[in-house]
């Protein structure tokens, strides 16, 4: 089955940028039928998406981050990748790599966030 | 955007009581293109990722007990636990996959009493 697991520095400085890989085992980033998401979780805190991906491009933010992320597929190594630039100790958090994956019944479609990565914790400190 | 708020942060029901948490969308998220709200139930234990318990609001996946139940529509929603075990103390969110920029309930979290 898939599998995501996610690959970065644990700490970064205040005001550089934080860059995340995930690479995917198990199957194919480009079969279609799948969104590939960042999501984070800060300390003892709730969950917040960050972004998602399609394997043709296709890419939506979260609003309040989206002037710092960038988000990325690249097919051939079958891995996306995650960037949030001028990082703060408020981007402190454990981040999540997720598959999205729709299926369909009689037409009708739903999504749901499965696998998740093991999560990696990301440190912004001096 | 769409906001998805959950009430209450936190509550503490007795073993075999029932559990009843509220998650209220800014918009709706009912397609009426064919009329399902695109809400989904995840539990959270601790160390763990979520687990997706319901989507379409009401559709509980497989495995997934039946003391779990989920209702509501267009922008109110509930999940119900009805008979709390020990087992189901965890962290517990709505997320909402309506709009292509997804968003979740800041999480209400589950006790025994």
């Known amino acids: 089955q898939v599998q995501l697991q996610e690959s970065g520095p644990g700490l970064v400085k205040p005001s550089q940028t934080l860059s995340l890989t995930c690479i995917v085992s198990g199957g194919s980033i480009s079969s279609g039928g799948s969104y590939w998401s960042w999501i984070r979780q800060p300390p003892g805190k709730g969950l917040e998406w960050i972004a998602y991906i399609y394997y043709s491009g296709s890419t939506s933010y979260n609003p309040s981050l989206k002037s710092r992320v960038t988000i990325s597929v690249d097919t051939s190594k079958n891995q996306f990748s995650l960037e949030l630039s001028s990082v703060t100790a408020a981007d402190t958090a454990v981040y999540y790599c997720v598959r999205e994956e729709w299926s369909c019944a009689n037409g009708v479609c739903s999504g749901q966030f499965d696998p998740w990565g093991q999560g990696t914790l990301v440190t912004v400190s001096s | 955007d769409i906001v998805m708020t959950q009430s209450p942060d936190s509550l503490a029901v007795s073993l075999g009581e029932r559990a009843t948490i509220n998650c209220k969308s800014s918009q709706s998220v009912l397609l009426s293109s064919n009329n399902k709200n695109y809400l989904s139930w995840y539990q959270q234990k601790p160390g763990q990722p979520p687990k997706l318990l319901i989507h379409w609001a009401s559709t509980r996946e497989s495995g997934v007990p039946d003391r779990f139940s989920g209702s509501g529509s267009g922008t109110d929603f509930t999940l119900t636990i009805s008979s709390l075990q020990a087992e189901d103390v965890a962290v517990y969110y709505c997320?909402?996959?309506?709009?292509?920029?997804?968003?979740f309930g800041q999480g209400t979290k589950v006790e025994i009493k």
């Open positions: 997320q909402q996959y309506a709009s292509t920029a997804r968003s």
